[in-house]
């Protein structure tokens, strides 16, 4: 906070000496495990970016056989989400980066029309040149230290040029998304202070990052929201994953949600001690219990454990909890799934509740990462949220938007080493990349990480 | 030192300031390996211990799949022994503990029993509310932070109820155990200061719980003693694991004990150096040597050294020497085993003596834990020791005294999650829990994590 | 810099009380890693060897099945070339040593001769008697604290004898080498600034081992050489790994022996960066460039890199980049070899350019050790340097050169625990140890850890 503090004053103290014409912006930092991970734990972004006119944000990644996109999206829905739905800047990004993330051919492209996608209005790589001493040697520009051109600026070259002429039509990408997730740098402190146990390392993000990735693998979009997030009406689906420390008024107004017809899905931990991290007295999971209609007073470590009867059939290896389990027992919610062990199984893993208009799901426990993406599409499939983008999966990524002149646009991407084919089943258009029209239902061919830009026809 | 004799001045004034009817203890703690694990490097409860009037000891384990009683006979066994017999308190002991530690049925009744067995005058939970907030937050008591009956404290309150009718008749059980096993702080610290090398981890701890762990695998019951136990008398067996660091004076009480008539096992780097660390001049294992018969001078950590034909029949997996090996040559002594090995064949492993009208083996170096309880079974049956209780073996465990009525009681353990059948061969009695009669030679069923206290109908 | 410039004062004050027949030398130590294993980094020897009178070294080793005389000769060869060929003292070497390092029969004499056959002139042992008590404890002396006489101490004394007769004909060995590896403590200290990476722990040593282990293994005995050695004559091929800080002046010196009908193997990182550590603004590798005629501006780490086609028939499992990789495109030079990998097959891996009448050789990658052994050997025999040596192989070490008398000695060492049978195709000679004459083509049996000594017949 007292970071925070200093951050604000200092912003007073840029007003004042700007000039009207200029404006203020902050390359805020992710979680970082060698590369961008998670929410930042030493900086709430949500309280930071209040100080902004736009944000900025830094995105590091692994790239050859290890690139994604996840992080570029992570961050940049998060860049976007802190400043409401506003556009924001890529700051800093590799280019060449470390020496183990020099580009295959086609990434630098792909990365670049992924930030796109997701609503950046600018693109800085760290940096042109590449300093020749001292710590950041080998945190490599586009340039090397000779500054003669090479794979990498050459393909920047070309990127460059793509913008030059798509830019204006590209820019102020608007989001509209009906999926959120709700995260909490209060929760997340008070998480890390306890963590699953004495001597573990496994922190909030590590708990938040499958619940985001299952929806990037999906091509369901997502806003993130937190505490400060007082009109949830936008959403039809948010998922709160270990909301560890919060005041009664902040679940509160997440239960209302649901009673108003929303779906929240709740994952274990939330709702466990309020925002001073003293434990509720009440029957857990606190004022959750309302709404979600189960409860619980005791849990433990999985060991051995999984779903009775592999009830979202991923098979043995991924049937399974990790992590943390609760011992659930439904009061009026329902019984979705139980656990399978000899001595907890007659605890409920997930339960389901009716409440008002919507829905509570409560899950109890830390799924596998294929496990944890079936309960995911399960949710959104509740929300009647199964679109024509959910036709794709990972490796193939969609990501789209309004443009400033009113038609949707689909970027297309191919996130693997091989030529893809995609069966495009949104509204005809045009690939911008190519000009070549895109007829509704035609099967799109991508080259190895390779990218299409496909503006709908009609507004 | 500083440490105990604060100690023992604030046991002054303790006393200084105490009431007649009030007594002092003390709730000595294990060395920590995330549960007590072995005897403590800190403190030596043996001195600490005369400042008392009664013993108290913190005991924490693991439980579910990994719940084995060691622990708790281990921490009873030292917390009766360093007070010379006398019953203690078990003044911290986990009730739904860590998360890993939450109970599964049955075992919270298996442990209250299982400390009773040892001699434990009481049983007190750490604790009996949870706290709602700081450290110890997941020190789970009890009652969870929502103070309602949950079933480990449902579980906890039959214990109560069986205590309130049988306490009585159980409390005050003696003890005639005709094993000790021989610990030195004074060694410990020593040894710990060397361990097995530069960067090696392995404590003395770790190789006086295998000597330890196979006597309680065989059940058969041991007390613990140390340098100032001065009467040997009780006993007929003696184990000395790594006697590091000894006075002369201590080595020549313990093979006195041996040429009155008792078996001695020594184990490697006994003897090795003095009180003062100073590594012995004279032939190694020093005072030893006389009465066990053999010398050396070199040794090395063995790699892929076994014993000679497997003379203890563990197969090849288990027929193993690991962290230390003493290069053995008897003198007065026989070989009883030899190493197998290119370079190291020509050595004996294991050697023995007869002294006076005792008997010695010396074992020359650290064997696996299935080759450790062989040798140790050995040595239970040469010193006449091995008797019905050792029809036994664990996961079933049995633990044996007198019951101040002067009956003889005998607690029966079931230390897995399935029922056994159990051939019960001392004399007749009851179950104390049932009232079932049962007979010499009948076949009893313990449930998963089951118990019985049997009763010997005649004193 | 302050540690050698009060080391080179110290020594000015020692010459200032020295008497006229009293000389100086300093137990130099090697970088340490449990044993004795690369460059030390926190002294330069070369520097610091010139003010002494006669170099010594330091040099602990494993043994027992981990015994393979590569520190010996490692730390021998470079005792001996940082005085520029003079014979060195081994002041400190391990008799007993560690518990771990209690030599197998025969391991203390093949030891010893080895010593002598990388020209040391004086044989120390750490220590005679082992200390009581202490840090030191366990580097136990050729007697343990018993003063007694051991295997060990009774081994040492038939090399005393065996030296008492041999000493005055073996002492004084000159090497004739031909080959020469170049290190750097400048490029060393520079390497590790960065290694490969932030996280990386792979140092200098890391990498010049492999290059030195290949040439010992094929019996090719080299001299070490530095910047500082002006006289590159004698050689007829240099090894030059990880050159990775040097002025142009230094790596000008290099080219020119090439130039002048030398072979240069340079490896990756050679020739980056200045000697100020700042990366050369020229394209890569710099001023090696010119006489390797290869260039390159990107690298990596690889990741699931080979080289194509296997071209050293290594098999799969050993036809590979590990640590790091260049992206090289030669110039004036031709591929000897390219990468196989889907993204960095255009790459040349290994590139061979003449220049002058010589010819420089460029790894632009780490191999695996018998990747990087296939390499070594290629240079040497491009380098007309593959002799009747070079018919053994390690296990089987020879090493060789002129005794005071003019005669030239093949020292024979077998480092298994087998007997072997030599084939000797070096001119006839005797075993000085046994008197046997030793005809050229015969077979010689060593024992195993055996050793023998010929002395050609004819100077």
Same mark, same amino acid.
């Given at each position: 906070m007292s970071h925070l503090r200093e951050m604000c004053s200092s912003h007073g103290l840029v007003r004042a000496h700007a000039r009207k014409d200029q404006w203020v912006t902050q390359n805020f930092d992710l979680d970082w495990r060698g590369f961008s991970y998670g929410i930042q734990p030493s900086v709430n972004h949500f309280a930071a970016a209040r100080s902004l006119d736009v944000a900025g944000i830094d995105i590091y990644h692994p790239t050859q056989s290890h690139l994604t996109g996840i992080e570029i999206a992570f961050g940049g829905d998060l860049a976007r989400s802190i400043r409401h739905g506003q556009n924001y800047l890529v700051i800093e990004t590799e280019a060449q980066g470390f020496p183990e993330w020099t580009p295959y051919p086609g990434q630098l492209r792909l990365q670049a029309f992924s930030h796109l996608a997701n609503g950046a209005n600018m693109l800085e790589y760290w940096h042109w040149g590449t300093t020749t001493n001292a710590a950041e040697t080998y945190w490599r520009g586009l340039l090397s230290q000779d500054s003669k051109p090479n794979p990498t600026y050459l393909e920047a070259a070309t990127i460059g040029k793509d913008l030059a002429g798509l830019g204006p039509q590209l820019v102020n990408l608007r989001k509209h998304n009906r999926i959120a997730i709700y995260v909490s740098n209060q929760a997340l402190t008070a998480f890390d202070a306890f963590k699953f146990g004495w001597g573990s390392r496994t922190t909030y993000n590590?708990?938040? =990052?499958?619940? %985001?990735?299952?929806? %990037? =693998?999906?091509?369901?979009?997502?806003?993130?929201?937190?505490? *400060?997030? *007082?009109?949830?009406? $936008?959403?039809?689906?948010?998922?709160? $994953?270990?909301? %560890?420390?919060?005041?009664?008024?902040?679940?509160? =107004?997440?239960n209302a949600f649901a009673e108003q017809g929303g779906h929240l899905l709740y994952a274990f931990k939330s709702g466990f001690s309020d925002e001073n991290v003293k434990v509720r007295f009440t029957t857990q999971p606190g004022l959750i219990a309302k709404a979600a209609g189960v409860e619980y007073s005791q849990f433990t470590i999985p060991e051995s454990v999984s779903l009775e009867g592999d009830p979202y059939h991923?098979? $043995?290896?991924?049937n399974t909890a990790r992590w943390w389990m609760e011992f659930l027992t439904p009061t009026t919610g329902t019984t979705v799934a139980t656990y399978h062990h000899p001595a907890w199984g007659k605890y409920a893993a997930i339960t389901r509740n009716t409440y008002g208009k919507g829905e509570v799901t409560y899950l109890g426990f830390m799924p596998s990462d294929a496990l944890t993406e079936k309960i995911v599409e399960e949710a959104v499939k509740r929300a009647n949220l199964w679109g024509p983008q959910q036709s794709l999966h990972y490796p193939t990524i969609m990501r789209s938007g309004t443009l400033t002149n009113g038609h949707e646009v689909h970027y297309l991407f191919n996130y693997t080493a091989s030529p893809a084919q995609v069966s495009y089943l949104l509204p005809s258009g045009k690939d911008l990349l190519t000009n070549n029209p895109i007829q509704q239902h035609i099967t799109i061919t991508l080259p190895a990480w390779g990218a299409a830009i496909i503006e709908e026809t009609t507004p």
């Open positions: 590590d708990v938040l =990052r499958p619940f %985001y990735d299952a929806l %990037y =693998r999906m091509n369901a979009e997502a806003d993130f929201i937190d505490p *400060t997030t *007082t009109d949830l009406s $936008p959403y039809k689906l948010i998922l709160v $994953p270990a909301l %560890y420390a919060a005041p009664d008024s902040e679940i509160a =107004r997440l991923v098979g $043995p290896a991924d």
